[in-house]
């Protein structure tokens, strides 16, 4: 019979490849923005973040890039790891002001590294 | 660590039993977060506590939901007269209002199955 069901958007490198995921925002005043990592199971955690004062921020294999004019964000993992699959969320703070810290998510992306 | 906890961590309950969840947030952290994910999607925000102040509410948060947080420490979530629609996982959250920033922090979750 038919199945229906949600279709997350996917992205397969090899160990040691550089990862880049894609994110789309839709506030206009949205003013920070995270990145989460979410295993199997298990609860989101955090990546790196980024204000809207900022275009670009690096963490440890991490590069967060934030374009405000085309409303989008893109994480960068550099020498992806098998560890590093998960899915990722970016998510951002939808009110930037009375209700700063209420989070607003994306879709998720499940990145799949394969040794 | 003293990481966000939540308990229990699993919870199969009959339809039309009531279910109550609790979270510890991390310790010095004043506001506290309920999100909801089921399979397949991000997290939605539910309801967040400055303090003991319940400061907002998602309209996903119908009537047979309450959450209270009564001494701005550990909070409870309770879902009365359950039915096969809330079954999901609750994540709990926090983080603080301080100068640092507002980095919210998740706990593993709550996964609550109706039958």
Redesign the interface.
């Known amino acids: 019979g038919e199945s229906v069901?949600?279709h997350?958007p996917t992205l397969s490198v090899q160990e040691g490849d550089n990862s880049i995921i894609n994110c789309a925002y839709s506030n206009s005043a949205s003013d920070?923005f995270?990145w989460?990592k979410q295993e199997s199971g298990?609860?989101?955690?955090?990546i790196i973040?980024i204000r809207s004062n900022m275009d670009k921020r690096q963490g440890q294999r991490v590069t967060v890039l934030l374009n405000k004019t085309v409303k989008h964000l893109s994480l960068q993992i550099a020498a992806t790891q098998p560890g590093d699959s998960a899915v990722y969320?970016c998510?951002d703070?939808n009110a930037g002001g009375t209700?700063?810290?209420?989070?607003?998510?994306?879709?998720?992306t499940i990145l799949t590294v394969h040794p | 660590d003293t990481g966000v906890s939540q308990n229990p961590r699993h919870k199969i309950t009959k339809r039309g039993q009531n279910v109550t969840f609790r979270c510890d947030p991390i310790s010095e952290h004043n506001r506290l977060y309920w999100y909801r994910q089921t399979l397949g999607q991000g997290p939605e925000f539910l309801t967040y506590f400055q303090n003991e102040a319940q400061l907002e509410k998602s309209r996903l948060l119908s009537d047979r939901f309450s959450a209270e947080r009564p001494k701005g420490s550990f909070s409870t979530l309770e879902i009365q007269r359950t039915e096969q629609g809330d079954s999901a996982m609750y994540l709990c959250a926090s983080s603080s209002t301080g100068l640092s920033g507002n980095t919210i922090y998740f706990g593993e979750g709550s996964w609550l199955t109706v039958v």
Do not use: H, V, W
């Not at chain 1, 298990?42 to 955090?46: A, C, I, T, W």
């Not at chain 1, 209700?99 to 998720?108: D, E, N, R």
């Open positions: 069901g949600l997350l920070y995270i989460y298990k609860g989101p955690q955090f973040d969320f998510a703070d209700s700063y810290g209420k989070l607003t998510f994306g879709q998720g």
